[in-house]
């Protein structure tokens, strides 16, 4: 499933076959979280917008319109007319970051809709039943997600529930590849580690998932809200432990050079609402550093958004057109500036791997880490 192809110092080039095409490494991943991009691009669109694999949220799937409703549409890819890889996650963040209430037994978690305040129930096996349902490629298993910080002796137990519940989504996955209503029996599963910010929890968990020979692994629980120097500081500490021969993803990152950085660390697949959530309120990449449209700089500025990208909204429309939609509060301003987000997302990392391929990776770092992550000169 997943070959090395490069390696450039620690940072990784690879690919990733599934039963839905293949993927390039590193990647972004797009977040469609109820089978949809916030800003109105639609699944062909994404296509052009260089988009190789879409994530879904399995939490809000299954409370809206239903995994049920989506497995009797055909799954995922039909549903949404998406024909590239899906990765969906597990539920396990949104019970424990949106639930009112919940209760975390080893059956499960008991908890509360955040839609309707309706009591509802899930499990490792039933995550992975919704998932099947779904017919994702890449299915993510259920984890116990703990607030950062927690203490040390929590956060140890946390890890080792996180690991039996591990093993209990493998024996569903493999029950449930052998259903005959699965759409997908070919569906791979990510096993996820967690651990804090205790370098020791992360290590001895990473070792204990590992000996499961899962399909790729993902390190969980980080870029939550600890300063960025403690994230790089974990993977520097895990990663090592993770298998070469399998995709190494990063949860929930991140920003342009968050995404460098980790590459540089030995990370493979990265996926964030940043994007497009930053996008629909003005802030866009560049790769001269961040731009607010908003402001009033670009009143009559007839330049594109990015003098250096080529997505269809640099290529059509002014920063001073731009600027009037959101001023005016046209809906067309939200969906330009996600257009032009997540090419640049994907441009990156396509400019990643292409350094890689060069071996000119730490002169792309040196040059883009520090510079993406500032404004950009207003000249």
Known sequence: MYTLLKTNGIARRGKV?????TFQTPCFMNVGTSAAIKGGISSPELVDLKCQVELCNT??????????VIHKMGGLHKFMNWHRPILTDSGGFQVFSLAKLRKIKEEGVYF????????LFISPEVSMQIQSHLASTIAMAFDECVENPSPYDYSARSCERTTRWLIRCQKEMERLSHEPDTINPQQLLFGINQGCTFEKLRVEHMQAIRELDLDGYAVGGLAVGEPTEDMYRILDVVVPHMPENKPR?????GTPSNII???????DMFDCVMPTRNARHGTIFTWQGMRHMKNLTYQTDPRPMDEECNCPACRNFSRAYVRHLFKAQEMLAGRLTVIHNLYFYNTLTEKIREAIDNDTFEEFRKKYSVMLSQKAPED
């Open 261 to 267: 950085e980790a590459v540089a660390r030995g990370i």
């Open 59 to 68: 939490y809000h799937l299954h409370l809206r319109p239903s995994d049920t």
């Open 249 to 253: 993803y990063l949860m929930g990152v």
């Open 17 to 21: 076959e599934t039963v839905h095409g």
């Open 112 to 119: 509360q809709s955040h839609l309707d305040g309706s009591r």
